[in-house]
């Protein structure tokens, strides 16, 4: 089995055979450690709590967070990833669901999460606005949002080499505008995440929330009356 849940829409997407091609070329593609700023909000985050990574690829922040108490989905369009996270999560006896799914169709779960970590899912601008609202939608009242990726700019050492999948402040401000933004900065900094982000590389990190439970239900009906 090669996800706890399998949908075939997933290999439909050409970036999707290409990052099944780079897992399958070598494992712990980003290493096994969590990454940096995810694991530096760790006192923001509480076991129990209910955290989704969307293109978590081979499990290595699914395995922070569920190791920190926290209920765990993991979504990737990598079976080979996928599989890895799950088998890795089982391994450590941890609570982590595996969703085999392109996140640009896949029906994301409305209120569910109190985190979503998006780190380094790098997409074009339809994929991008798409999924940023999917991922916004997902959390619960409260929930927190922590994101990292690639900014644009002149590309370093690691990251996409185009600016089409690389990220804006700008750009994040307006995805999540629903959102209180907590920070929101771009700065150059130097990963060690496994073979894959190694060295100098430009980021802008993000970490907001969602509105409490009655100022988003007060959102709703303005915003349906207004429609
Ligand atoms: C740079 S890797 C980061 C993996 C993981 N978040 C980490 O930090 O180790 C980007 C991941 O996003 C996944 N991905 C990219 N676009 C996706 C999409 N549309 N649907 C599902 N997964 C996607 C890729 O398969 C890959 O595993």
């Known amino acids: 089995m090669l996800a706890d849940h399998d949908e075939p829409a997933a290999a439909a997407n050409p970036w999707a055979l290409r990052w099944e091609a780079r897992y399958r070329a070598g494992e712990s593609l980003f290493g096994t450690a969590p990454n940096a700023f995810l694991a530096a909000q760790s006192g923001l985050l509480r076991p129990g709590m209910r955290a989704l990574c969307p293109g978590e690829g081979e499990g290595r922040n699914a395995l922070f967070l569920a190791g920190l108490g926290l209920s765990v989905t993991a979504v990737d369009f990598a079976p080979t990833a996928l599989a890895r996270a799950g088998a890795r999560a089982r391994e450590a006896g941890l609570d982590v669901t595996t969703i085999l799914a392109d996140l640009a169709l896949w029906s994301w779960p409305e209120a569910a999460f109190d985190l979503v970590a998006l ?65 929101l900065m771009e700065e150059t900094t130097l990963l060690a995440e496994g073979a894959g982000h190694r060295g100098a590389a430009s980021v802008v990190r993000l970490v907001a929330r969602a509105p409490a439970q009655g100022r988003r239900r007060e959102e709703e009906s303005s915003a349906s009356a207004s429609a």
């Open 119 to 183: 780190i380094f899912v790098q997409l074009d601008a339809g994929e991008r606005v798409a999924v940023h609202r999917g991922a916004a939608r997902a959390l619960a009242p409260s929930g927190l949002l922590v994101l990292e990726a690639f900014a644009r700019g002149p590309a370093r050492d690691c990251g996409p080499r185009g600016e089409a999948s690389r990220y804006d402040v700008a750009m994040l401000r307006e995805d999540f505008a629903g959102l209180e933004i907590v920070s």
